[in-house]
């Protein structure tokens, strides 16, 4: 478990800087990353990238999916089960938390407010402030429960294509 922490830790403040990044463009459907080779997916095709994560296909032992930058979820597998989280890195992410509170609650989630260590761009916070949302769901429930934060919190469309990251 510390290990895990320590390596979303480190990769979440690589992908603060590359993958899911605030100051990239706020054009919805763009390739704002760093690697402008990033694997593209619609919501739709979320299922097909966890069963990648649950086989052990995919790089590292997370990912996240990114439109903007600012709505960056990871998708963390826990034993059988998925849980997402979002950083707050850049000062226009930090009312997603809020959202993202209001929405875990709304569905009876759990929520775990923790963070990497990794610094806030602006504010007046010494670490970025992480929410992990602890849903224990399978496949296709975590895949479900990402497009309704996709389009509740960040208003995005079944038609959004979002860059996998890292």
């Not at 605030?22 to 459907?29: D, I, T």
């Not at 079944?158 to 890292?166: C, E, F, K």
């Amino acid at each position: 478990m510390i290990r895990r922490l320590l390596i979303m830790g480190i990769f979440t403040g690589i992908l603060a800087l590359l993958g899911c990044n605030p100051q990239g463009s706020s054009q919805k459907g763009s390739n704002h990353s760093a690697d402008s080779s990033a694997r593209q997916i619609k919501i739709n095709e979320m299922v097909d990238v966890l069963k990648q994560l649950k086989e052990g296909r995919l790089e590292f032992d997370f990912f996240g999916i990114t439109s903007t930058g600012v709505d960056c979820v990871y998708f963390v597998q826990d034993g059988e089960k998925f849980d997402l989280e979002f950083e707050a890195i850049g000062e226009e992410q930090m009312p997603s938390i809020e959202k993202l509170k209001r929405f875990a609650q709304s569905q009876g989630y759990e929520i775990v407010m923790t963070t990497y260590g990794n610094k806030p761009r602006s504010g007046n916070l010494s670490e970025a402030p992480v929410i992990r949302i602890e849903t224990n769901s399978d496949l296709t429930t975590t895949a479900r429960i990402a497009a309704d934060i996709q389009t509740s919190v960040f208003g995005n469309s079944d038609d959004t294509i979002y860059d996998v990251v890292p």
